[in-house]
């Protein structure tokens, strides 16, 4: 059971003058339970691209499918689909707007026509999932501070109970804890619930910690598409198309070059330490 | 020239009042509290702090779009309070924002650019002049009849950056400018405010929580809960890595890893701030060891 | 869908039209706008078909891209058509069930087919040749004499030129909220009347926040940048006439006296 892309290709304004393409020939499969990182820098088609994932968008050509059917087949029910993709837009802002937190989580489980009584176990289960305290609850969702938006706004997909997140730069604008809580809140949800998640981001230090793959698209192709440490030993083809690998990837490549015994794998601090210690004996 | 003051602040305060739906008073928080600093002409300072930490408001007080509860706030030697100046002191420390949307008026390029000279009432002619030098400081000049809705967000803030060089300021203020861009947007945008601040010599105040930005920094301030909690340049104050991580804050990856690393008895000294310093530190220490 | 709305958007090349002083045009597309319902027979409409195409070719506009305004026009000019078409009464042309197709009515349905066609054509290209600073600047400039009356004409014209820049980032914000909506399973599609408009709230209550938001901040960006009114401010482009535009407005005259001679009174 997976996602599977299939030769897609979306062309933005097509037969205007403007017509350019944002995905082109792509074929992924994203098999159950994987945490991977997207990422590209902005137009490099990956917002496109998550929302193919979902339905939102349809491909100019190629097919999708979710575990085994194409998901533009007539008699599809996309709506359902958006239950079981739960996709995070970038900015909470463009999706809260009920009086009270605890409400807006409700949003979503309602739409998909269950009863008071399961939405709201849905809605008070996601924002324990989130780690909300209960006092925020019933305040409204635009006193709250960035970080806590963005809790609230994956709150409101996770109620939906999804089998795949997709999260879209969901630290963009947070401080540097911010930015550490919410991805270890999204590392957190991936190994307790084991569902897939899939984060887009235009940082590699951001997702070296957490993630099991990285792809990388460029110009609406995927790049690379491998572990972390496979894909950071490219670093001079990312730093090309506008994108570095992380700090601790150059200090060891410089290493090495300076003749110290290090492996270049470490993608980390914390393993670049350990890299480094080994190399001096300690 | 780098010993003229540029702005000083004296025991700044700013209070507001929180009220309630119904409009009773809740309590009043304050989100500048006592700072007193002093930006000398021609220096890069960088102000951080996490969200709510009272940087933007400390910084809306430099363009006198604040006012200071208690305190003063001198820019230039005017003080923000006396209305006389209020003009004055607005050209002389232009403001960009952390929106790039928000704070472009114009429908074309060169338009925007004019704004504030147009507003200033500087002479048709001169506009130009100034429109063409500003775009070409900030490398957006072959972009000035471009529409702004087609630009990337780096290059949206170059436009506001020479929106307010057009100006003529002395002083720049940026409010998280680099926050809503991707990272190729955020190096053009720091290169730009380096080349002002180096080539054209005018004073930055840079306010960020992207430690990589303020590494050149000539001095930086960290501010958390509206008052001033650390200040120094940049290898002193990125030597205090557990501090600034109590301040919700972090340092670069390689300041981070020579931290570690000293942490387990490598003589690696503090403050670490480039990936060049600490490849040349751990090979000396290399070669004294083999 | 949001994307194909053209008012307002300007198209950048070079052309004779862009050059034009907004005055002009303004004054030439009010007078053309006045040339249509003037005209009530078959020449006067090829001579404002030929004016307008003459006008369409100077612009060097691509006509995709003027054609792209008339999709929002599409149900209107539809209504139209049919309302005159079933409802004017005269000579019986076809008759069937209930609705009866009159000589009177089809000449008055494509009577006004066409007015309004070119009605949105015409304003069309001047939206598209002029930017909108440029076009509150020339409104700014031909209201003047109002501000005897103290009417606020540079507070109005800085209002439509900032509305103006905003309505594509508005629309594109519109997109962004509804998929964000949608992949938490909104309908906006479907459902009666009554639904429907109640399953907008989620739409536009992040919307107007958003709109409130913007309007701060820019308010604030405006006087960071010594904005204070149209006191004492100096223009970047101010509007001189040229030669080319007293061409533009003879040329527009004689179309006018043509306009009324064939169009009103010969036939």
């Known amino acids: 059971m997976a996602i599977i892309l299939d030769h897609v290709s979306y062309i933005y304004d097509a037969d205007t003058a403007m017509a350019h393409a944002a995905l082109e020939d792509v074929s992924l499969t994203i098999p159950d339970g994987q945490f991977i990182g997207l990422i590209g820098h902005t137009g490099s088609g990956k917002s496109t691209l998550v929302q193919h994932l979902n339905g939102l968008m349809k491909p100019t050509s190629g097919n999708i499918f979710f575990n085994g059917k194409d998901i533009h087949d007539e008699d599809y029910d996309r709506k359902a689909l958006r239950a079981k993709v739960g996709l995070v837009f970038q900015y909470p802002e463009h999706q809260l707007f009920e009086a009270d937190v605890f409400s807006d989580v409700c949003f979503g489980p309602k739409n998909l026509g269950l009863s008071k009584k399961e939405t709201e176990l849905r809605a008070y289960e996601a924002l324990k999932q989130v780690g909300l305290e209960d006092a925020y609850f019933y305040q409204s969702p635009f006193d709250l501070s960035g970080g806590q938006k963005r809790r609230v706004a994956i709150a409101g997909v996770l109620a939906m109970k999804p089998e795949v997140l997709i999260l879209d730069e969901p630290t963009a604008g947070l401080d540097p804890r911010g930015r550490d809580e919410i991805l270890g809140l999204i590392s957190r949800l991936h190994s307790d619930t084991g569902m897939t998640v899939v984060l887009v981001s235009h940082s590699m230090e951001d997702v070296a910690n957490y993630v099991d793959r990285i792809i990388v698209m460029n110009k609406g192709h995927v790049a690379f598409d491998d572990v972390p440490r496979n894909v950071f030993r490219h670093y001079r083809e990312l730093e090309q198309i506008g994108l570095a690998a992380p700090q601790v990837t150059y200090v060891m490549q410089e290493l090495k070059a300076a003749g110290l015994d290090v492996s270049v794998d470490a993608t980390t601090v914390e393993e670049a330490r350990d890299e480094i210690l080994k190399a001096f004996h300690m | 020239m780098k010993n003229e003051e540029m702005l000083r602040t004296e025991n700044l305060t700013f209070e507001y009042i929180r009220r309630d739906e119904e409009g009773n008073v809740e309590g009043i928080t304050k989100a500048v509290d006592q700072v007193n600093l002093d930006v000398k002409r021609g220096e890069f300072i960088a102000i951080l702090g996490h969200n709510g930490s009272g940087k933007s408001t400390l910084a809306k007080h430099f363009n006198a779009l604040l006012y200071p509860t208690e305190g003063a706030v001198w820019v230039d030697g005017m003080n923000t309070q006396e209305d006389s100046h209020l003009w004055d002191i607005r050209q002389n420390a232009g403001m960009i924002f952390q929106n790039p949307d928000n704070q472009i008026i114009g429908q074309v390029v060169e338009e925007d650019v004019g704004f504030g000279p147009e507003n200033m009432g500087v002479p048709t002619q001169e506009i130009w002049q100034r429109v063409e030098e500003s775009l070409k400081a900030v490398g957006m000049y072959e972009y000035r009849k471009a529409s702004p809705n087609h630009l990337s967000g780096g290059q949206k803030q170059r436009v506001s950056i020479a929106g307010v060089i057009a100006m003529h300021p002395k002083c720049i203020i940026m409010d998280e400018p680099t926050a809503m861009l991707d990272p190729n947007g955020r190096k053009e945008v ?45 290898r002193e104050i990125f030597s205090q890595v557990e501090r600034l991580k109590e301040l919700r804050l972090d340092v670069p990856q390689v300041t981070l890893l020579a931290y570690e690393l000293k942490k387990r008895g490598l003589p690696v000294p503090d403050g670490i701030l480039t990936r060049k310093e600490l490849v040349d530190v751990l090979t000396r220490i290399y070669a004294q060891q083999t | 869908m949001l994307k194909d709305i053209t008012l307002g958007q300007y198209y950048q090349t070079e052309s004779k039209i862009h050059k034009l002083d907004p005055r002009v045009k303004i004054v030439a597309t009010l007078l053309f706008i006045i040339s249509l319902f003037v005209a009530d027979n078959f020449t006067g409409y090829v001579i404002a078909a030929a004016f307008l195409t003459l006008e369409i070719r100077m612009s060097h506009v691509p006509l995709k891209f003027i054609m792209r305004g008339m999709k929002t026009i599409f149900f209107l000019l539809l209504i139209t058509v049919v309302f005159n078409l079933f409802l004017t009464p005269g000579t019986a042309l076809v008759h069937f069930w209930k609705l009866t197709i009159t000589m009177e009515g089809l000449k008055l349905a494509t009577m006004m087919a066409v007015r309004l ?85 989620p739409l536009l209550v992040p919307l107007f926040i958003s709109a409130f938001r913007r309007a701060n901040d820019l308010a604030m960006a405006m006087e960071a940048r010594c904005y204070r009114g149209g006191e004492g401010r100096t223009k970047m482009k101010p509007l001189i006439y040229r030669k080319r535009d007293a061409v533009a407005y003879l040329t527009v005259l004689g179309y006018m006296v043509l306009m009324v001679v064939f169009g009103k009174i010969l036939f």
Do not use: C
């Open chain 3, 117 to 201: 066609v070119f009605l949105i054509l015409g304003s069309s290209v001047m939206t598209l040749t002029t930017t909108p600073n440029h076009l509150t600047d020339g409104l700014e400039s031909l209201m003047n004499p109002l501000k005897k009356l103290h009417v606020p004409v540079h507070e109005i014209s800085m209002m439509m030129s900032i509305a103006l820049r905003f309505i594509p980032i508005l629309l594109e914000e519109t997109d962004k909220i509804m998929k964000a909506q949608m992949a938490r399973g909104a309908d906006f599609e479907s459902g009666s009347v009554i639904r429907r408009a109640k399953n907008l709230v």
């Open chain 2, 190 to 234: 720091i290169r730009a405010a380096r080349a002002l601040n180096e080539v054209e010599g005018i004073t930055i105040i840079l306010i960020t929580h992207y430690m990589e930005e303020v590494i050149y920094a000539d001095r930086i301030f960290v501010m958390d809960q509206g008052h001033v909690e650390m200040q120094g340049t940049p």
